[in-house]
């Protein structure tokens, strides 16, 4: 408490100090004060110096216990608070640990769950490959044709559960390459050859020599969920017109046109939504709302706007806009 007392009047004591030694100097420099007793003077200011910090002292005693007591009560304070904040520090990191652990384990048990599903598609293509020889040797053409059209549902669903599957890793399963539209296009036709062959479906397509810059096979897969659609759609005896166009700004437009019953104003911003079937889907019972949003995700990947224009009653126009090659730096960093 004493300590606490001479702290506080730390200037008065140096200001006294100070003034006695002024004082001093002056007496020892002043002839005038020679007969004078500095030693007696001293003492006597002094002892009247102490005298009055004793009753400064005394006088100011309780207020310096109240400040001795915060003093305390807060250093207690700020000891608990930092015990406080290390303690919900350690409970943070905790569950910051904790978290980090789960998020892994989701992400390993998805990625065991994916690897399972890539092998359950693979080993189902060879009995599907095998089925289709078979197929090819029935001699009774109405039975195979059926056959033919069965294992080619069958055969779209596995490969669409298959790319479904591995377009969460697009990004690192793409491989951009110059690709000449017209091989992309008539592969996929063919795919289709027995399904359009049954319905009566022709093809009126541009010569399609245009090359553009993307990934070959999931170009390809967007392409077959879109001729997919269109034929699915088509009646029987009907074309679907595929050609290609540039805007504008000379972007390459690749558009398959059918003559189906269309799409209903209300429905057309919303065909992308997954699992979303449209009017005609849900009283036809024939769509599965997949196909157009696996092929837009995929677009989105790639960087190609895909877009339909649809007259209901008229039919529907699906565009695939193709990015410049400066685009595709832009978006790819090449």
């Known amino acids: 408490m004493i300590w606490l007392f001479i702290k506080q009047h730390l200037i008065w004591i140096s200001f006294f100090i100070g003034l006695l030694v002024i004082w001093n100097l002056i007496c020892m420099l002043d002839v005038g004060f020679a007969a004078v007793s500095i030693g007696y003077l001293n003492s006597v200011v002094i002892l009247l110096f102490v005298l009055f910090l004793i009753a400064r002292y005394f006088w100011e005693r309780p207020n310096l216990k109240n400040i001795l007591l915060h003093n305390?009560?807060?250093?207690v304070e700020i000891y608990r608070w930092d015990a406080y904040t290390r303690k919900v520090i350690e409970l943070y990191r905790e569950q910051s640990q904790q978290q980090m652990q789960v998020v892994q384990k989701i992400k390993f048990e998805k990625n065991e769950e994916q690897d399972?599903?890539?092998?359950?598609?693979h080993e189902?293509?060879?009995?599907?490959?095998?089925?289709?020889?078979?197929?090819?040797?029935?001699e009774d053409y109405r039975a195979r044709n059926q056959l033919e059209q069965e294992w080619l549902r069958l055969h779209l669903l596995v490969d669409r559960q298959l790319h479904q599957t591995r377009l969460q890793t697009l990004a690192e399963d793409n491989r951009?390459?110059?690709v000449r539209l017209r091989t992309i296009v008539f592969k996929e036709i063919r795919e289709f050859q027995t399904w359009c062959l049954e319905k009566g479906i022709g093809f009126q397509i541009d010569e399609l020599e245009e090359v553009v810059l993307t990934d070959a096979k999931w170009l390809g897969f967007i392409i077959r969920q879109v001729l997919s659609n269109a034929i699915k759609y088509s009646p029987h005896d009907s074309e679907i017109n595929v050609i290609v166009t540039r805007?504008?700004?000379?972007?390459?437009?690749?558009k398959i046109k059918d003559?189906?019953?269309g799409i209903r104003?209300?429905?057309?911003?919303?065909?992308?939504?997954k699992s979303y079937t449209g009017t005609i889907g849900r009283e036809t019972n024939i769509a599965t709302g997949m196909g157009l949003y696996l092929a837009k995700r995929a677009a989105t990947s790639l960087g190609i706007q895909l877009y339909v224009d649809s007259i209901y009653g008229q039919g529907t126009t699906v565009v695939l806009k193709f990015p410049m090659q400066n685009e595709y730096v832009q978006t790819f960093g090449m």
């Open 72 to 75: 305390s009560l807060h250093d």
């Open 116 to 121: 399972e599903l890539l092998a359950w598609v």
């Open 124 to 138: 189902i293509k060879a009995p599907l490959t095998a089925m289709k020889l078979m197929i090819e040797q029935l």
């Open 176 to 178: 951009l390459e110059r």
């Open 247 to 254: 805007d504008t700004q000379e972007h390459i437009l690749l």
């Open 259 to 261: 003559v189906g019953p």
């Open 265 to 273: 104003p209300e429905d057309l911003p919303r065909i992308f939504k």
